[in-house]
């Protein structure tokens, strides 16, 4: 009996030694790459996407929390959008962000700011990425930004997206309002001086992905026109060379507006991005009200063909 008892117990110290091996192997070493022939890539500003009550000191007057409602509007519209990987602005935390894309379909990382407009990055579930720190550096204060609150800027989001194709590093931002065409170099509106502040460090962050040789995508919320002589636009070529999905084209969000909403790309995936794919998932809803209720920003979309 006790032979009996004592194999017994080997057996049930292999069994568990076995156990606590396969515990011990993160999640995404056991799930390789998928194997993609294609990526969609979106950007979306959700416009005080909150679930804060009316009055709350955290909101200016003019923003109001969507209603149950309004959420699962949005909700409908990410499923029609359908995309791999989303950028998203305005939006008060992954909870809220939940209720627009459920987790059963997407991982959802936002940046570590104690804002209610954060910034994040929304993935299919499926696609391994790392988590890359904040792009704080975005967050400029002082009198070259104009005397700028940090609070009311945001920091970038960062992931790297592993693919066949090889890592992708993807920054969403939400760059400062009210600067969409001054000329950079001559002006002394806060807001442009802030904007001007901003453009160093995201050169820095586009030549550092440049350094490295990784292909990399820059998407969000710019809160500029970047016409064909764009200050700004140039000097983020200044940093690398960079193709971008608007280039050329006006978005028919809300009856038609100029592109502050932008898709960049860099380094291979210069070469993966189709520009011609290019697409606005405009609203149903026509009635002015419903600019406020879902978002005054359309999602904006293009597709990456990624190599074999």
Not at 45 to 61: C, H, I, K, S, Y
Request: net charge neutral; proline share 7%.
């Amino acid at each position: 009996m006790s032979r009996l008892l004592h194999v017994l117990l080997l057996l049930s110290l292999l069994l568990l030694s076995v156990v606590l091996a396969i515990l011990a192997v993160p999640a995404h070493a056991a799930d390789p790459p998928p194997h993609l022939s294609e990526l969609k890539v979106a950007t979306w500003n959700l416009e005080w996407l909150t679930t804060r009550p009316d009055g709350d000191r955290a909101l200016p007057q003019d923003a109001h929390p969507k209603r149950p409602e309004d959420l699962a509007t949005l909700a409908q519209y990410a499923v029609q959008l359908n995309a791999d990987v989303i950028a998203i602005q305005e939006v008060d935390g992954r909870e809220v962000a939940a209720q627009v894309f459920p987790p059963a379909a997407y991982s959802i990382h936002m940046t570590r700011d104690h804002v209610v407009q954060r910034v994040g990055l929304v993935v299919r579930r499926g696609l391994p990425y790392d988590v890359n720190p904040d792009a704080t550096a975005l967050v400029v204060s002082g009198k070259d930004a104009g005397g700028e609150r940090p609070g009311a800027l945001r920091s970038g989001a960062d992931i790297t997206l592993h693919l066949d194709a090889g890592p992708l590093r993807i920054l969403a931002v939400h760059m400062k309002a009210l600067c969409e065409r001054d000329m950079l170099t001559r002006t002394h509106r806060p807001a442009c001086l802030t904007l001007r502040a901003q453009l160093p460090q995201l050169q820095a962050w586009i030549a550092a992905r440049q350094q490295e040789g990784v292909a990399f995508i820059v998407l969000g919320d710019f809160n500029r026109w970047m016409d064909d002589k764009d200050q700004f636009l140039a000097g983020l070529r200044e940093a690398a060379p960079l193709v971008r999905a608007t280039e050329g084209r006006s978005s028919p969000c809300w009856g038609g507006e100029r592109f502050i909403d932008h898709i960049l790309a860099g380094g291979a995936a210069a070469t993966w991005m189709q520009p011609a794919t290019l697409t606005v998932l405009g609203y149903r809803e026509t009635d002015p009200v419903w600019k406020e209720r879902l978002s005054d920003h359309c999602p904006v979309a293009v597709r990456f063909r990624l190599p074999r």
